[in-house]
């Protein structure tokens, strides 16, 4: 399994955190995302963002995905 990782946009609760979803693809990290939040949410990366646009780090649990 791999970790991605998912932001929010400016005005959500969970601006500048990010939150991990564990899957073996895009994907199906992608469909995780979308099964545990819905559509809001804004990007899913590879890579954990850049400490300086997520300063508060990670928020929740990690997303189980396939």
Known sequence: MLNWYVTFGQNHPYRDAYMVVEASSYSNARDAAFEALGSNWCWLYDE???????????????????
Not at 58 to 65: M, S
């Open 48 to 66: 954990p963002p850049i400490e300086e646009y997520a300063p508060k780090g990670q928020v929740g649990d990690v997303i189980k995905g396939l």
